[in-house]
Structures are given as structure tokens and as C-alpha cells.
């Protein structure tokens, strides 16, 4: 069997998928699995021991430049095709590929693309067992949606180095922040990340260990800022596999609704997460104690109307619960 699995855009839907890749891997232990994606989301793959080859799609500059996409797409015959992914271009991609089995989720307009277009569920559900349910198809089903993301050796050796450099020592109380995204309704002031921080370096001694990404500087400036103790000086921003190990390092993550806050549940690290517009459910995994959430529903959660809001549901969530919230895992888990 000649797999293609379809998942484009951001990282965090990429990473979703991984639990889909092991399953598959292991339904199918002989067959060959090809995963399409875009850059930079591609780095969650590239370690990825389940994968045989990762295709990365880049947006054609001509009409000739489609066919010749498509065109190879056909010429490598695949026998199945899974679309995580649903939108017009990856349903595009499916049904031009010619696979004699073609699954994706029944969007309106989009079924026509799928020989098995699967219902799509109206109940709040972790991402990643959203996409699982495509595997049904195939008579797959599991309980286990744990996130992979691997580091190799080079990645583990920069991280090490790095917390050298940066004058952590063994036994130091390390806490990764990431005050950052680019969409404006995930974003909590940063003047309360800065009141968290100072808080965590009076009352643990807490080492605050920044994690941000190209363009996202100065939301790190706004929290450093406005913070009265120092957190740990900056650095050369990393890859995303040198992020995942140096997550795999720290003693607990906290920040918005992020790329990062994935990386740190694939690496069982534990977390807490403040939500503003998309419900803390869709993005953490179920029954596991480890991965806390914050959220407020000011009652428009299900019937968003941003950007006419004034992101009550962000401004809802306060300091004090913050800390409460950091004090109990602080005590269970560090």
C-alpha cells in the first residue's frame, strides 16, 4: 500500500496529525507513507521515524507549474489518499491524485473530491482525535492521541550548550514563557505575563526562559518590559526541533494558545495554557491531569463575533487564577 497523507499550513494542525501517522504506521507496518505539508510546518516531520518520504507543496507561480504538480502527484500512483487537511486545495490534491481510495471530511462542496467523505462530528473534541477519525475508514480506531515530535542528537547537543551559555544549572526551576501568537484573540496581556513571571522568580527562584519565533520579538520585549526581576537573557532563535528539546529540558511550560504549547504537550512537559477565542477542549489533550487550561466564556465563545469583541474571553482570565492554577502544579508536578 502507497500512502498520502495531505495536512497544510500551520504547525500545530501538522503536529495533530502525528498521532495518525504512528497508528497508520502500525496498521500497516509494510506499507509506504508519504506525508505532504508546507515549510516551515515540515520540521515536526522531518524525525519522524514512521515516515518514508515528506513532500512539501509550494504555491504554484504559473498554470503550468498546477499541471506539473498534479501531474506527479497522479504519476505516483498512490493506492490511498487521507486529507487532514479539507480545504479546496487539499480536496483538490486528493481527487486529482487518481487513488483508488480517497478520504477526507465531508465539507460542504468538498465531498464530491473523496470516494469515503467522512460526517463530520458536532461534538467538542481534542484536534487530534478529530483527524483519527478519518482512519475509520480503514477500520482503525484507538484511544491513544499522544503528539510525537522527535529531536535527534545535534538538536539534544544545542540545547545542552545552550542552557550552559545561559548559566542554568542541574536543580534550577526552569519555566519556558510564551507570551506570543499571531492572532490577536490568543493573545493575554503582557503586562500580566510579566506580573506571573516576576511572581514565579520571587516565590520559586524560577529561572524564566522565553520561547518565541521569527517576527514575535517584540512580544518578548512588551513582557521583559514590564517585568521588575530579570528573566533570562535572549538567544539566537532556535529550529523548531532545537525548540522541542529544549522544551524536553524545562520544568514547566506556560504561555498562550501556540505553536510552542504543542510542542511542550509531545514532550510531556507539563503546561498551562490561557484560551481565548477557540475552546481550551479543541487543543489539549483529554484525560490527562498534566495540561492545564484557562479560559472564560463571557457567553459569545460559541457564537464568536470577533473582531467586533472587546476579548472578554482573553481579559476574563485573571492573574489570580493564573497563579492559583501555577501553584497546584507546581506542587504535583515539580
Known amino acids: 500500500m502507497k500512502f498520502l497523507l495531505i495536512q497544510l499550513r500551520r504547525i500545530g494542525d501538522v503536529l495533530m496529525t502525528t498521532p495518525s501517522i504512528r497508528l497508520l504506521r502500525e496498521s500497516f507496518p509494510e506499507a509506504e507513507l508519504t506525508f505532504l505539508t508546507e515549510v516551515p510546518a515540515d520540521q515536526v516531520l522531518r524525525n519522524n521515524p514512521f515516515l518514508d518520504e515528506i513532500l512539501i507543496f509550494r504555491k504554484a507561480q504559473t498554470i503550468s507549474d498546477s499541471i506539473s504538480f498534479f ?11 487521507i486529507d487532514f487537511f479539507g480545504n479546496p486545495r487539499s480536496a ?7 487513488a483508488p481510495i480517497r478520504i477526507g471530511f465531508g465539507f460542504r ?18 484536534a487530534a482525535q478529530d483527524k483519527a477519525q478519518l482512519l475509520g475508514e480503514l477500520g482503525i480506531s484507538t484511544d491513544d492521541f499522544e503528539l510525537n515530535f522527535f529531536s535527534d542528537e545535534q538538536d539534544k547537543e544545542y ?21 506570543v501568537s499571531r492572532q490577536p484573540y490568543k493573545v493575554w496581556p503582557a503586562e500580566r505575563f510579566a506580573t506571573i513571571a ?11 526562559l522565553f520561547l518565541f519565533g521569527p517576527g514575535e520579538e517584540h512580544f ?16 539566537d532563535i532556535p529550529s523548531l526541533t532545537e525548540t522541542m528539546a529544549i522544551l524536553n529540558k524545562v520544568d514547566l511550560h506556560f504561555g498562550n494558545d501556540n505553536g510552542v504549547r504543542h510542542f511542550a ?12 477565542r477557540p475552546w481550551a477542549a479543541n487543543w489539549t489533550p483529554p484525560m490527562v491531569d498534566l495540561h492545564s487550561t484557562l479560559e472564560h466564556d463571557p457567553g459569545c465563545k460559541n457564537n464568536c463575533t ?18 492559583t492554577e501555577l501553584e497546584m502544579m507546581i506542587r504535583k508536578y515539580c
Not at 501531474?71 to 489518499?81: A, E, W, Y
Not at 483538490?92 to 487518481?98: C, I, K, V, Y
Not at 540545547?159 to 507570551?179: H, T, W, Y
Open 220 to 235: 518578548i520585549d512588551s513582557v521583559r518590559g514590564s517585568m521588575r526581576q530579570k528573566a533570562l537573557p535572549d538567544y
Open 109 to 126: 462542496g468538498r465531498s464530491w473530491a473523496y470516494t469515503h467523505p467522512v460526517k463530520i462530528s458536532s461534538e467538542l473534541t481534542y
Open 198 to 208: 516576576d511572581w514565579l522568580v520571587q516565590k520559586y527562584k524560577a529561572k524564566i
Open 71 to 81: 501531474r506527479n502527484l497522479r504519476d505516483q500512483q498512490f493506492d490511498c489518499v
Open 92 to 98: 483538490l490534491m486528493t481527487r486529482f491524485s487518481f
Open 265 to 276: 504537550v509531545a514532550g510531556g512537559i507539563p503546561t498551562l495554557t490561557i484560551f481565548g
Open 159 to 179: 540545547a545542552e550548550q545552550l542552557f550552559s551559555q545561559l548559566g542554568i544549572r542541574d536543580g534550577d526551576f526552569v519555566v519556558s514563557l510564551s507570551p
Open 306 to 323: 470577533f473582531p467586533e469583541c472587546k476579548l472578554e474571553c482573553l481579559y476574563g482570565v485573571t492573574i489570580e487564577a493564573v497563579q
